[in-house]
Nanobody, 122 residues
Framework: QVQLVESGGGLVQAGGSLRLSCAASGRTFTGYAVGWFRQAPGKEREFVAAISWSIIYTYYADSVKDRFTISRDNAKNTVYLQMNSLNPEDTAVYYC???????????????WGQGTQVTVST
């Protein structure tokens, strides 16, 4: 089991940027893919981005492609989500989670953080 802690959320105006961090505690990220998901009120949790242990493999939801960038620093056991050009539709609780592969399916991920709130105002 890997314990994950998300941070970096907050309130930002449309067009602004935030960088989220996902840090491992207890066990490390070693060998795991990490995904970012988000959930808005009344909506199902949805895939945002994922990255493999070897950072050459990254995947994005169409809704965030070219705006968000996922990266990781394995030496620091931290995964990042750089979010640019934010819009109100990005408002959600953002979660990171681990998997053996960087899939898009919520059910594939075993360890989840508690989430960090991102609110984008108009």
């Amino acid at each position: 089991q890997v314990q994950l802690v998300e941070s970096g959320g907050g309130l930002v105006q449309a067009g602004g940027s935030l960088r989220l961090s996902c840090a491992a505690s207890g066990r490390t990220f070693t060998g795991y893919a990490v995904g970012w998901f988000r959930q808005a009120p009344g909506k199902e949790r949805e895939f945002v981005a994922a990255i493999s242990w070897s950072i050459i493999y990254t995947y994005y939801a169409d809704s965030v492609k070219d705006r968000f960038t996922i990266s990781r620093d394995n030496a620091k056991n931290t995964v990042y989500l750089q979010m640019n050009s934010l819009n109100p539709e990005d408002t959600a609780v953002y979660y990171c989670a681990t998997n053996i592969y960087p899939t898009r399916m919520v059910r594939d991920y075993g360890d989840w953080g508690q989430g960090t709130q991102v609110t984008v105002s108009t």
